[in-house]
T-cell receptor, first 114, second 114 residues
Framework: KAGVTQTPRYLIKTRGQQVTLSCSPI?????VSWYQQTPGQGLQFLFE???????NKGNFPGRFSGRQFSNSRSEMNVSTLELGDSALYLC?????????????FGPGTRLTVL | LAKTTQPISMDSYEGQEVNITCSHN???????ITWYQQFPSQGPRFIIQ???TKVTNEVASLFIPADRKSSTLSLPRVSLSDTAVYYC???????????????FGKGTHLIIQP
């Protein structure tokens, strides 16, 4: 069974631009969660989607948004990029409604904001 | 949401047993304890999960005392390839909606030496 895939793997943007990241979960998984990882803050939860509905949201500004499609694929968008948004963005899928249900992570998208 | 505390780093040698302890004083009744392993530039990988007492799988054991305020991940006979960051995660098995997403914390950087 194919794992979680994320595209693109690497991205370079400049301040003020916006970016869209994509995540395809494992086939049959209905929950997708997004995380931001930086050296200083570690792994931080962004949001979780299940059946196209956002079920949880972390403590991030409104510039960070996401959505989930009927095929469970998910996208996250960051508008008006800031230097501090440079990070590894990880997507994880699980079969159930998320929470502590075993999450399978993708390889991540490395975003660099110049 | 239960906060977790782990040592920032640990050192050990090949062939030794390594025990990493996580404190979670405010664990809730419906919370599970899950451990993940992460290598550089990769997404975290599920290791083991438990609710109480002892859980064992092919790679690790998880010890949880009766009060559940802490847990210990035990890695038997470690090798150089076990050098990674280990995260202790506490949360409900199924998300209940709202801002109660999972918190990974900073993790424990385990370094195995030859």
């Amino acid at each position: 069974k194919a794992g979680v895939t994320q595209t693109p793997r690497y991205l370079i943007k400049t301040r003020g631009q916006q970016v869209t990241l994509s995540c395809s979960p494992i086939s049959g998984h209905r929950s997708v969660s997004w995380y931001q990882q930086t050296p200083g803050q570690g792994l931080q939860f962004l949001f979780e989607y299940f059946s196209e509905t956002q079920r949880n949201k972390g403590n991030f500004p409104g510039r960070f948004s996401g959505r989930q499609f009927s095929n469970s694929r998910s996208e996250m968008n960051v508008s008006t990029l800031e230097l501090g948004d440079s990070a590894l963005y990880l997507c994880a899928s699980s079969y159930g409604t998320g929470g502590a249900d075993t999450q399978y992570f993708g390889p991540g998208t490395r975003l660099t904001v110049l | 949401l239960a906060k977790t505390t782990q040592p920032i780093s640990m050192d050990s040698y090949e062939g030794q047993e390594v025990n990493i302890t996580c404190s979670h004083n405010n664990i809730a009744t419906n919370d599970y304890i899950t451990w993940y392993q992460q290598f550089p530039s990769q997404g975290p990988r599920f290791i083991i999960q438990g609710y109480k007492t002892k859980v064992t799988n092919e790679v690790a054991s998880l010890f949880i005392p009766a009060d559940r305020k802490s847990s210990t991940l035990s890695l038997p006979r470690v090798s150089l390839s076990d050098t990674a960051v280990y995260y202790c995660l506490v949360g409900p098995l199924y998300s209940g909606g709202g801002a109660d997403g999972l918190t990974f914390g900073k993790g424990t950087h385990l370094i195995i030496q030859p």
